[in-house]
């Protein structure tokens, strides 16, 4: 990580003071297309914020049409800002007190935060495993404690990734799991009762089985093959079953897993075989978890990077229900996509990463969309503060004078963006789609007014729309009298510190009275990767 350096204030902040990386997967990104390589050194792209260069000239832009109907309702408005992650204990621990304070005042208080107790990225006075004793049956989280406490005041709840990688290894006895288990979940519960879900493994067939990349080794002799990887699994539903028996139900703990690197039917195909012949009437999967960045080829040697097709994601549950249909297995077991990004690891599109942060932003919107539209279906964001890679940052954190307090990245003004919308989603289809790339459009209403965004996903292209929004059937409360409209935007010069640090908030580019009627139509100019925020609220006396 590096040393901290004290905490800066950016010009016009609100405040005044206030992983998948690795050698290994460093060098096969490296080894990937001219756009995706290696991380520059940071004297590279820590670079002062400069003020917005003069513009290149503007690409020609096509019509778009996006039509809103919001008298056609479709049920409550995905929350995906709502489902984050916080880097393990060792990520930035000095500035996670004020970003959580932060998050909280600005609306991203969350439901889900997943926080990691038994990181390999952290030294083994942090691993959970390491602070609980089966002789004596206590337990010391002083090391986890402030990283826990912080992570409960800025969720309703917690997901604990515990990955038993000693177990595994051998470094520890199978028998003294469950044991164990059951000693640190009690314990955990008690001391932090925002724990709500355990997380089991955290990518274990890259964790094992691309380590032959590492070692020279063939595949067939990785730790852990594909079949064996729901052995570890029992332990952990047998010690939150005997938790859960002490707990009101409001309480209970779900478990779930795997936490594969992504959606392979080599790993999860047989761990949903090994949890389907298991005759253990206590038996439970209460969430299936993967991440979202990539594929691999069968020997985890070439990846096949999602950011240029982003549609493929699509498909995901589709493909779950599936397999679980097969096994005669609940078709209610959510699936949760608990770590997502277009940039896995150190890899990047542009050596500066001004550009790469606004095509996170707009990517992680389109994320959203797609799986906002699978039922059972949770995406986490990717991630507050990263440990080494600043693509992945919500928050300010990599300039020459170290993180920055209360300042979103273009990627958290999304976030922050996806917070004002409102109660209800209404159908809003979009004619602006080319494949996967093109105008997104989700819209929302409920009794204080309406809201939607717009953005234009284009990875590295340059494709630029006039988008004319058609709105009908606006909710009563809009149609008579005056109408409160803003306008909020995120591109390449507004609403991005890494362009102008004065104007590192989410910007409001427009702010009117209109009349709109039933009906209404507004026109905006979307750049490549540009995303904005309308929201129509009836207008003060």
Known sequence: MGNLTVPQRAPGGPRAGRRLAGTLLLGV??????????????????????????????PATSPATVSVDFGHEQGSLPRPERYNNFGNVTAWPQQRGDDVAFLNEQGLHGDIYRVWLSSSNASPQNDVFNQCDLATRKCDFSPLDAYLRQASAVSD??????????????????????????????????????????????????EYYGQTL???????????????????????Y???????????????????????????????????????????????????????????????QVPTFYKNDLGVVASDRATILGWLKERRLSRHIPSFITETGIYPGPSFDDPDPKNDYIRQAAGMA??????????DTHVFNWVVRHRVEERKDQLVTRTPNGPVLDTFTPYGNMMLMQSKMKRTRVSAVSGGLKGDNGVYAIASKDRSGAA??????????????????????????????????????IDQSTSNYFTDPAKAGLQMVDERTVTPGRTYAQSIDLGPNAIYLVMLEPARP
């Open 29 to 58: 990104l490296a080894a990937g297309t001219a756009l995706v390589g290696a991380e520059p050194p940071a004297s590279a792209h820590a670079s002062a914020p400069a003020p917005a260069a003069a513009p290149a000239a503007a």
């Open 452 to 489: 939607l965004m717009v953005w234009n996903w284009q990875h590295t292209g340059t494709d630029a729309y006039r988008a004319t929004i058609d709105m009908s059937r606006l909710p009563a409360g809009l149609r008579h009298g005056k109408v409160r409209q803003r306008t909020y935007r």
């Open 366 to 375: 389109t994320y959203g969309y797609l799986y906002s539209n699978q039922p």
């Open 214 to 236: 590492h070692d020279g080794h063939p595949a067939d002799q990785a730790t852990l093959q594909p079949g064996g990887l729901y052995r570890f699994y029992p332990p952990f």
């Open 238 to 300: 047998e010690a939150v079953g005997k938790v859960n028996k002490a707990l009101h139900r409001p309480d209970r703990i779900r478990v779930g897993g795997p936490a594969l690197s992504w959606l392979d039917p080599k790993w999860l195909r047989p761990f949903l075989d090994g949890y389907a012949a298991d005759r253990n009437p206590r038996k439970r999967l209460d969430f299936i978890s993967y991440h979202a960045y990539l594929k691999w080829d069968d020997k985890y």
């Open 157 to 206: 709840s917690l997901l604990v990734n515990i990955n038993p990688s000693g177990f595994v290894k051998g470094e520890r006895p199978f028998k003294d799991l469950e044991p164990m288990l059951e000693l640190v979940i009690g314990n955990l519960k008690k001391k932090y009762p925002h724990v709500k879900y355990v997380e089991v493994y955290n990518e274990p067939d890259w």
